[in-house]
């Protein structure tokens, strides 16, 4: 293999592929030490000099993770840490409760829809412009919303906050699929995870001691202000990483058959819709969480957060407990039968507690069951998103965006399902769950079929 300005050992070490097109730090790093997402920091060498150390590859990979990871915490940032907010917007725009509660459904409407756009748009012109113009236009969006007279223009622009956020969470998948490959990409979607994952623990906390300086308006500040500097760090440091060859040149009914084509694949259409359902559970659990701790169980608004940072924390363990020690040793659809199989049992033990079958429970085991069922999302959420990705190299930003919508569509559909019964009773909230993880089991086995997936079928359809 020529000398690529990183030896074999060193990518190895560092978990960066060298087969896959559009790897990084490979040959087009050797060509254009500034291409394939990686810093503007040389890793070739001239004739005869050692190759680049691996600290300095090891830097790369941290600072793209970085990168990579601040855009997919941004749009759960958006949200959250504007819900201590809420109840003091009501106030300053005399407005209904219900009418300020539609600024959080613009803002997640947004940003399901707009994967569906800049998705199609990225495999046509590239990750790097439409993902910096998805930023330019958030920040804008965000600082008017800062400013906003009226809750109907709130509503407005939070819509528009959420369509272009939503730019760094398709192409942050896009990027990873153009970069990584097979294992290396469950790992870094594992390494995702852990930062992601810590935005929506993290977030009310931000805009609860933001709001003890200011007001609502600034929190918005400081969301444009992350915008500003995010889409600095990317316009600096996070380069290209789809070849102008592998590049759709079509329009939208190019965009649209290939979305249709991906949809018609049963394989990436039972991992789509399985990771869906999957979150949907996951969902269903932070819409319910708060009357059933609280209401229900009488615990504290301080051991509701405690219970949920415990839960966030399990969850962020076991993605890195996939990334670290299971990738690699286990196959990714053993990995992922596994935490579907995990959830289930959980959330039928959450159904029989609140149903009462047990008798009368207490908070404790009801926390342990919703602590098993939010862990084993660690193996659900990454995997799905490998093996779906895994499929299509030659649309990954369609492919992402679809990934993208399914899930925040699934979820919220079913978020609202679980207070249909009123606060006074879990069994709504665990019902939802038992159904969303059976049916995630269900399409896995049916439409996946994992047993079939063999690694030379997986090799094959990469190489399409």
Not at 163 to 191: C, K, P, Q
Not at 283 to 291: E, G, K, L, R, T
């Amino acid at each position: 293999m020529p000398d690529n300005g990183v030896s074999r050992a060193q990518q190895e070490d560092e978990h960066i592929p060298t087969s896959s097109k559009g790897a990084a730090l490979s040959a087009q790093a050797t060509a254009t030490p500034t291409a394939a997402g990686v810093p503007a920091i040389s890793t070739t060498t001239a004739p005869g000099l050692p190759a680049a150390s691996t600290t300095t590859a090891r830097r790369a990979g941290l600072l793209v993770t970085l990168v990579l990871g601040g855009l997919t915490a941004l749009p759960p940032l958006s949200m959250d840490m504007y819900l201590p907010a809420l109840p003091e917007v009501t106030d300053a725009l005399h407005a209904p409760a219900a009418t300020v509660q539609l600024t959080l459904t613009a803002c997640l409407t947004g940003m399901a829809l707009g994967q569906l756009v800049v998705g199609p748009m990225s495999d046509r012109w590239g990750r790097r412009k439409p993902l910096l113009l998805g930023m330019v236009v958030y920040v804008l969006a965000t600082a008017i919303c800062a400013v906003a007279p009226t809750a109907e223009l709130l509503i407005g622009f939070r819509l528009l906050q959420g369509l272009a956020g939503a730019a760094g969470i398709v192409i942050s998948r896009a990027v990873v699929r153009d970069l990584y490959d097979g294992d290396e990409m469950a790992r870094f979607f594992s390494t995702l995870m852990l930062i992601s994952g810590v935005a929506p623990v993290i977030a009310p906390v931000i805009g609860g001691q933001v709001l003890q300086f200011t007001d609502w308006r600034g929190i918005f500040v400081v969301l444009t202000f992350i915008g500003v500097l995010l889409t600095l760090v990317v316009w600096k440091w996070l380069h290209e990483t789809l070849p102008a060859a592998q590049r759709h040149t079509g329009g939208v009914g190019d965009a649209l058959r290939t979305m249709r084509g991906l949809l018609a694949d049963r394989v990436f259409t039972g991992y789509m819709v399985a990771g869906s359902l999957a979150f949907a559970a996951l969902f269903a659990y932070v819409s319910a969480s708060p009357f059933v701790v609280q209401e229900i169980y009488g615990a504290s608004p301080q051991t509701f957060s405690l219970l949920f940072g415990i839960n966030s924390v399990g969850l962020i363990a076991v993605g890195q407990i996939n990334g670290k020690l299971l990738v690699g040793r286990v196959s990714l659809d053993k990995a992922l039968g596994f935490g579907l199989a995990v959830i289930s049992v959980a959330a039928v033990a959450l159904l029989l507690m609140t149903s009462g079958v047990f008798g009368e429970v207490g908070l404790v085991p009801v926390a342990v069951g919703l602590f098993v069922l939010m862990s084993a999302m660690g193996l659900a959420m990454p995997n799905t998103n490998t093996q779906a990705l895994m499929r299509t190299r030659h649309a990954a930003g369609s492919a992402s965006a679809l990934l993208g919508t399914s899930q925040f569509l699934i979820g919220a559909i079913a978020s609202p399902l679980v207070g249909i019964a009123g606060e006074k009773t879990a069994v709504p909230m665990a019902v939802v769950q038992v159904v969303c993880a059976l049916s995630a089991a269900l399409c896995f086995l049916l439409l996946c079929r994992p047993w079939q997936n063999t690694r030379a079928a997986r090799e094959r359809l990469v190489k399409r």
